[in-house]
């Protein structure tokens, strides 16, 4: 998927995306939820047109632009409806989902109350287990670790926000990004770039009213429109999905590298 706009918003014939729909009033349901509740379900939110969701309506991107995750399974209880994590949840890097299962069967995350370069259930490891099984866990964890990283920042998470779904502090999360030779407000680009130049086509190429455009990103108009003249793509505004090639083919655009 190209990263220079954010296509789960808009369809390919054109027209806003369903999830796109709907986001600011799932927005305003989950900043109102209780804030001592854990998680939502996408069925049980209100529309003002009377629509009844469900979860498949709603894409992953969708979600994780609204700021939440899926409830892992090892929490759900074999509950079948899919439950999200509320972005307001005080506890909410408890039921992080960032994991990996080392090669002997332990299954391993991050330990907030640990530096970075440590994971928790480190004592779950069977005694068969070998010492590079172990290196190799670690390294796919960072490496699972990384690439949500960006994609998080591509959807307009902060460090606090992201540290907090990977149950980490923070500062270990400004130090992971720099050892990897990358700087975090660089990063946070990714996302003005995305969000200028999806609202611009949306406005100038699907017609769409420039309040109900800056209400998908709950940001002002303004401000959009300057993240565009900053880091956006010229080429947005002669954007056509149905272009077989070009700097206009957003499905076989660029993509980050590792």
């Known amino acids: 998927m190209d990263r220079r706009m954010h296509p789960f918003l808009f369809n390919r014939d054109g027209g806003l995306s369903k999830p796109a729909e709907y986001i600011p009033e799932i927005r305003k349901y989950i ?16 529309t003002e047109d009377g629509t009844q969701l469900r979860g498949s309506d709603i894409n992953g991107y969708a979600i994780e632009f609204l700021k939440s995750w899926q409830l892992p399974e090892s929490f759900a209880k074999q509950n079948k409806t899919k439950k999200y994590i509320l972005p307001n949840y005080k506890h909410r890097s408890e039921y992080t989902d960032i994991v990996f299962e080392c090669e002997c069967g332990a299954k391993l995350s991050n330990d907030y109350n640990m530096n970075n370069s440590n994971v928790r259930d480190e004592h779950n490891h069977s005694k068969k287990c ?12 960072q490496r699972k670790r990384w690439r949500k ?19 980490m502090t923070p500062g270990s999360l400004r130090s992971f990004i720099n050892r ?42 303004a401000t959009l429109n300057e993240w ?26 660029e993509y980050w590298n590792d």
């Open 130 to 141: 070998k010492s590079f099984m172990r290196l190799e866990s670690r390294a796919k964890i």
């Open 180 to 221: 990897n030779d990358r700087n975090f407000n660089e990063m946070r680009k990714l996302f003005k770039r995305a969000a200028g130049n999806t609202y611009t086509h949306l406005v100038h190429n699907e017609n769409l009213p420039a309040k109900e455009a800056s209400d998908i990103y709950n940001t002002h108009r």
């Open 31 to 46: 900043q109102n939820k209780n804030k001592l509740a854990q998680s939502f379900k996408v069925k049980e939110i209100p």
């Open 149 to 167: 990283t960006k994609e998080l920042l591509w959807l307009g998470w902060n460090g606090k926000e992201i540290s907090q779904r990977f149950n």
């Open 228 to 253: 565009y003249r900053d880091y956006g793509d010229e080429w947005v505004k002669d954007f056509k999905m149905k272009s077989p090639r070009g700097s206009g083919m957003m499905w076989r655009g």
